[in-house]
């Protein structure tokens, strides 16, 4: 692997992976209530929008390191890791005193990570996506269609 490849992959997956460790680590500790009643939605808000979070930076990191890559199937890629992620931490808290492994729990990070795609495919539509990703659908309205009236003079 050439050194450049090596330090954009390292660029690309540093925060993704920090953020992974992060919440593992956090997910180690008991509950910590109080901080948690605040937010809205409590539990599922914090399991959403953590998992929002996670999937963007998977996302651009698949980007980074698979550039030619359609957009969907960096998305689904997205979508995929930060899914297997949320199951593998739920699992993780079923063993950790004072937490619990929740399917509610499971659905809110998929339903985190779902955001993020959507959020992604709206972004790369709107910047104008280059031919490689041509498979995204469009969220620019088309201009409206030309009706005649007749022959023209």
Known sequence: MNPSRRHRLLLGWSPAALF???IWVLSSMPLAVPL???FPFRDRGVHFCVYTLLALM????AR???PHRSAVRVVLFGILV?????LSDELHQ???PGRSSELLDLLADTLGAVTAALMMVVYWARRGAPAH???LPS???SAPPVISEGPSP
């Open 133 to 135: 990703e041509a498979s």
């Open 139 to 141: 969220v620019r309205p």
């Open 58 to 61: 998977v996302m651009r990191a």
């Open 20 to 22: 992974m460790a992060t």
């Open 64 to 66: 980074i390191t698979w």
């Open 82 to 86: 930060t899914v297997l992620w949320g």
């Open 36 to 38: 948690v009643a605040r």
């Open 94 to 96: 079923a063993f950790v």
